[in-house]
């Protein structure tokens, strides 16, 4: 069964430091995957979507994620935070067209002034 | 934003009481979804819909049914609320190649 697995449930980083939240997925098949963002007690915002076009990704907010195969790995990363970024961030994967989206548990992301 | 609309924003409802929450899109959209977001757990699947009146079940369907007779509209119900379906539900839509996009969540809680 596909899954995606966010590998910690709280990060936390300084204001200006490098955001880095991962997420590895498994899959037999090239996958298409998604990062989403969530501010509080509002709905999820794409930030970014890999198709199999280039396997480095940008998002909007200065986000980024690199697709990488051999390590079944598409890690969110932002070189430097800001305030703005805390918020929940889920990892989402879909194996054709017109498959759900099946999520990861989710990341939040702290960030310290 | 894409043009998703859930109702009611917030219900609070009895144990046993039946429960219908609806999604409307203005997108046209084929594909649509009802997830369930829970601490802890992220977002699970309950149903989804590739057609009008054609759904299938989710991760999480146990307890919960859809109907979808118009292609904007696709109603979730609760048959007799429980404590368990306390939750915040959200609606996705998504056309064919396309990533998904959500409404805004119905936060239920069943006392």
């Known amino acids: 069964a596909q899954s995606v697995t966010q590998l910690g449930s709280h990060v936390s980083v300084s204001e200006g430091a490098l955001v880095l939240l991962r997420c590895n997925y498994s899959s037999s098949v090239p996958p298409y995957l998604f990062w989403y963002v969530q501010y509080p007690n509002q709905g999820l915002q794409l930030l970014l979507k890999?198709?199999?076009?280039?396997?480095l990704v940008k998002g909007i907010n200065g986000f980024e994620a690199e697709f990488k195969k051999s390590e079944t790995s598409f890690h969110l990363t932002k070189p430097s935070a800001h305030m703005s970024d805390a918020a929940e961030y889920f990892c989402?994967?879909?194996?054709?067209?017109?498959?759900?989206?099946?999520f990861g548990k989710g990341t939040r992301l702290s960030v310290i002034a | 934003d894409a043009g998703i609309t859930q109702s009611p924003r917030h219900k609070v409802t009895e144990t046993g009481t039946p429960v219908t929450l609806r999604c409307h899109q203005t997108?046209?959209?084929?594909?649509m979804y009802w997830y369930r977001q829970d601490p802890g757990h992220g977002l699970r699947l309950i149903h989804y819909?590739?057609?009008?009146?054609?759904?299938d079940k989710g991760e999480v369907s146990d307890g919960y049914s859809v109907s979808r007779s118009k292609t904007e509209d696709f109603l979730l119900t609760l048959e007799s609320a429980t404590s368990s379906q306390t939750s915040v539900y959200f609606c996705a839509i998504k056309g064919e190649y396309t990533e998904a996009f959500f409404g805004q969540g119905t936060r239920l809680t069943v006392v």
């Open positions: 989402a994967v879909s194996f054709s067209g017109n498959t759900p989206l099946v």
């Open positions: 890999y198709t199999s076009a280039a396997t």
């Open positions: 819909s590739y057609g009008v009146k054609d759904t």
């Open positions: 997108e046209n959209h084929r594909y």
